[in-house]
């Protein structure tokens, strides 16, 4: 399998407890990424990637249900998980889409996924897209190094820095070609209620199949609407300082 996109996702959450199976417009949250996910052409299969605790068993069968694979591994080592899930599967390239951010762009997913096959580059990240609508990629044999260096066993928040400031890989910024969809300071990632309001009335306002410039589109219109979750950005970032990881590395 050369392209897989990995979607983790547990229900443990304490800010916003079992947040993917939360429904909007009578849909599960989880259900809706997917159907998402599934309008980019380049990825070879979708894999839920959660965790062997009990209280994850509600979203394997959710993803049954909607027809994705699924693979459980580490609680909180996020990269073991990936490295058992990618073995599985026999993926090569992985494309990471976080199950809090039900509005990635399945063109920035196709980018990121043809960039990913066909260069040298071993991950990929966006800058400058509204936080929780870009995926990052990775190639597997990046991340079997990285799992066979690493000495961090906690590696569920900040991943990433495992290969951006190692020196170990070949990275690689991606901004988006359209300036209207460069606005970072639009907050589309689900973390807090605050978020699950905006999320609610993005759906109330647009119909489905509806694209990210449509959202941006629609925060021009209703300016208001950011600011429900306005107050929880710094929230967000210091905690996501607090809990990310640290990069301990063996020598080669």
């Known amino acids: 399998m050369s392209l897989a996109v990995f979607v983790p996702v547990r229900l443990g959450s304490t800010r916003l407890p079992s947040k ?9 949250i989880f259900q809706l990424l997917i159907e998402r996910i599934k309008r980019a052409e380049e990825p070879d299969m979708i894999v839920l990637c959660t965790t062997t605790n009990s209280i994850d068993d509600d979203i394997v069968r959710l993803a049954k249900k909607i027809g994705i694979d699924y693979f459980r591994g580490n609680e909180i080592d996020v990269l073991e998980r990936y490295q058992q899930a990618a073995r599985k599967f026999n993926v090569k390239n992985i494309v990471n889409v976080d199950g809090d951010d039900i509005f990635c762009d399945p063109t920035f997913i196709d980018i990121t996924s043809r960039i990913l096959k066909s260069s040298n580059f071993d991950f990929i990240g966006w800058k400058n897209a509204p936080l929780g609508t870009s995926p990052v990629g990775v190639k597997v044999e990046a991340l ?3 799992c066979s260096l690493k000495e ?10 495992f290969f951006t400031e190692t020196g170990l890989f ?19 990632t689900l973390d807090y209620p605050e978020d699950l309001e905006l999320f609610e009335q993005i759906y109330d306002n647009l119909n489905e199949p509806f694209s990210l410039k449509d959202i941006i589109q629609l925060f021009r219109k209703k300016p208001s609407l950011m600011k429900i979750n306005e107050n929880v950005k710094e929230i967000y970032w210091k905690n996501f300082s607090n809990k990310s990881t640290e990069v301990k590395m063996k020598k080669e």
């Open 170 to 188: 070949q990275v690689k910024y991606l901004s988006p070609d359209d300036p209207e969809l460069t606005d970072s300071n639009i907050r589309l």
């Open 20 to 28: 993917a199976i939360r429904k909007i417009k009578g849909k599960p």
């Open 144 to 146: 079997e190094k990285v």
């Open 152 to 161: 961090t066993i906690n590696t569920e928040t900040g991943w990433g820095k």
